[in-house]
């Protein structure tokens, strides 16, 4: 992530009051983004966008991506150079109980948000952000590259499939000349993060248990996830959102942010160090009863990212999940949840500028 690239620019998420969203923005403060927020009210109280008080140091405008007038005037107001789009209904088994929402959400507010940018214009880059289940998932061993069918079997799955095809045709028909903006999508893995409370997501749940002193309820402890911590497809997006801006359609594409190989690992074993860093006693048990279809092997070959970007995973598993133990621990106790998510971001770009980044296509080299 380059802080002089990225000083004053005047940029525009969607998604903004949600956990990567929240995350996106401290990290676009600490780099000296100008960001408009466009987004509903937080989907969690508490949430990290409440405590890190990032609605008062943003521009943050209250809106539904399904809403397009909405979203045009509102771009049409703020003139974005670069659009970074995450708004989204974001969880798989709320997609089972209202697939309408997630299709409107997921699918007409992306086609929302890419025709307002083309009908304003002035936008130079746009990144937007799916997920690993966008792929028709086969459940294979191998992860699976950008050139892959799209699919899903879940209605959360699907809508994301669905909004890759769309990013695809305004690619094809609007965006794709040169000297118009550019447009990308970023594909990541399950990301995990301190200030996280959503509903029927793993480590949220892991921890809701730990704070209460009963025991965290598994339904597929043998489903295995690629987890990452949240800041590492964060500055995949920025990396991408920077050479897109600086090289237009030569990286006008899909791209994956997963982690390394051996951080796809099964849920039980996520919750075995979980309960092993938290004390005090925590455990875990399976719970029993009818679940909807979830994928049990999902992985993601992130070797284009690697070879193209110069980006690759700073942190490992073991570390994201200690980070995100430290934060909660530390927030409990009183601390700042602003100051602890600050001090995680400088600690993560401490490890970025490790690496010295190369010319693009290159990849990287570490620093001597």
């Known amino acids: 992530m380059n802080a002089e690239f990225w000083r004053g620019k005047q940029v525009f ?69 670069i659009v970074l789009h995450l708004a989204a209904q974001a969880l798989v088994r709320r997609s089972y109980r209202d697939p309408l929402e997630t299709y ?52 959360y799955s699907s809508s994301k499939g669905c909004a890759e095809l769309v990013a695809d045709a305004y690619r094809k028909s609007f965006f794709g000349a040169a000297g118009g903006a550019a447009l990308a999508s970023a594909r990541a893995g399950n990301v995990i993060g301190g200030g996280d409370w959503a509903e029927d ?28 911590l949240v800041l ?32 796809a690992r099964p849920v039980h074993a996520i919750v075995n160090r979980i309960t092993e860093l938290w ?33 690759q995973p700073r942190t490992d598993l073991d570390l994201a999940l200690r980070w995100i133990v430290d934060w909660h621990k530390r927030v409990a106790a009183g601390a700042d949840p602003r100051g602890v998510s600050l001090e995680q971001i400088d600690q993560f770009m401490a490890l970025e500028r490790q690496a010295r980044w190369t010319r693009p296509g290159a990849g990287f080299a570490i620093a001597s």
Not at 215 to 223: D, G, K, L, Q, V
């Open 279 to 311: 004390g005090g006693g925590a455990a875990w048990r399976l719970t029993g009863g009818e679940h909807p279809h979830e994928a049990h092997y999902l992985k993601l070959d992130c070797s284009k990212a690697r070879s193209r970007l110069g980006w």
């Open 13 to 81: 998420v969607t998604g903004h009051t949600g956990f990567k969203g929240a995350w996106l923005c401290l990290m676009l403060e600490r780099l000296g983004a100008h960001v408009c927020g466009y987004a509903l009210e937080s989907p969690t109280r508490p949430s990290l966008f409440q405590l890190t008080q990032i609605g008062e140091r943003v521009d943050s405008v209250h809106g539904d991506v399904r809403n397009f007038e909405r979203v045009r005037q509102v771009i049409q107001e703020r003139r974005p150079e």
């Open 201 to 228: 997501r793993l480590i949220p749940d892991c921890l809701r248990a730990c704070s209460a002193g009963r025991a965290i309820e598994i339904r597929n402890p043998t489903s295995i996830r690629p987890w990452q």
């Open 104 to 155: 409107s959400t997921n699918v007409l507010g992306t086609a929302n948000v890419l025709e307002a940018v083309r009908q304003v214009g002035g936008v130079r880059a746009i990144v937007n952000v799916t997920s690993d289940k966008c792929y028709q998932n086969q459940e294979t061993m191998w992860g699976y590259r950008e050139n892959e069918p799209m699919g899903g079997h879940d209605p």
């Open 232 to 263: 590492e497809p964060l500055a995949g997006y920025l990396r991408l959102a920077e050479l897109l801006w600086e090289h237009g359609q030569e990286f006008a594409e899909g791209w994956n942010f997963g982690p390394a190989d051996q951080d």
